[in-house]
Nanobody, 122 residues
Framework: VQLQASGGGLVQAGGSLRLSCAAS????????MAWFRQFPGKEREFVAA????????YYADSVKGRFTISRDNRKSTVYLQMKSLNTADTAVYYC????????????????WGRGTLVTVSS
């Protein structure tokens, strides 16, 4: 089982980035996928989650209206489109799969990708 996140980088405030997370070794089309982020010295925090079908999406209040989570089950990939980025979005972003409970809590996830760093400059 592997999650491979990509797409991070340096962007100016107000800009956009799209993160991707490609999954392998699991039944991607039947599981919830999520994105979390982690600030230096802080716990991972929920960013967004998407149901197995893509029909339901959930967002942290801090990103609602700016970020969009989506998935392509044919490609076993989940995306995070980020717009209107600001310096407070600078963090390492992680994708996670198949929560054993509530999608909101990182402790419920056992499958994590390696993080991808997003840096927003002012």
């Amino acid at each position: 089982v592997q999650l491979q996140a990509s797409g991070g980088g340096l962007v100016q405030a107000g800009g956009s980035l799209r993160l991707s997370c490609a999954a392998s070794g699991l039944t991607f089309s039947s599981i919830v996928m999520a994105w979390f982020r982690q600030f230096p010295g802080k716990e991972r925090e929920f960013v967004a989650a998407i149901s197995w079908s893509g029909g339901s999406t959930y967002y942290a209040d801090s990103v609602k209206g700016r970020f969009t989570i989506s998935r392509d089950n044919r490609k076993s990939t989940v995306y995070l489109q980020m717009k209107s980025l600001n310096t407070a979005d600078t963090a390492v972003y992680y994708c996670a799969a198949d929560p054993g409970g509530n999608y909101y809590y990182p402790i419920n996830y056992k499958i994590w990708g390696r993080g991808t760093l997003v840096t927003v400059s002012s």
